[in-house]
């Protein structure tokens, strides 16, 4: 099993950026695809963007977040980032890390949730 942290979130003006880490241990998180997740009071954990499995990870982003936040891979430190950049108020919520185990045939077997880390954005 494979365990993850997230970590970077903070309280932000709007324009601001904020870059979030997904730190995983117990696993090579190259194998996983990876996602962030965010969720505001009131409202369902939503994705913001995600990474496909190894060197060829195809990439998409929710619409709210495209040509603003960018994900990627650091195999070396076994950590995702996502990098927000004009970041809004309506980003505010709580972000989670996700990472998605796959079977040798690409058959989803199950998925691991980070704690979360807040992101404030607000003036």
């Known amino acids: 099993q494979v365990q993850l942290v997230e970590s970077g979130g903070g309280l932000v003006q709007p324009g601001g950026s904020l870059r979030l880490s997904c730190a995983a241990s117990g696993g090579i998180l190259s194998v996983y695809a990876v996602g962030w997740y965010r969720q505001a009071p009131g409202n369902q954990r939503a994705l913001v963007a995600k990474?496909?499995?190894?060197?060829?990870?195809?990439?998409n982003f929710a619409d709210s977040v495209k040509g603003r936040f960018t994900i990627s891979r650091d195999n070396a430190k076994n950590t995702v980032y996502l990098q927000m950049n004009s970041l809004k108020p309506e980003d505010t919520a709580v972000y989670y890390c996700?990472?998605?185990?796959?079977?040798?045939?690409?058959?989803?077997?199950?998925?691991?949730w980070g704690q979360g880390t807040q992101v404030t954005v607000s003036s």
């Open positions: 990474i496909g499995r190894g060197s060829g990870g195809s990439t």
């Open positions: 996700n990472a998605e185990r796959y079977d040798i045939l690409g058959t989803r077997l199950r998925d691991y």
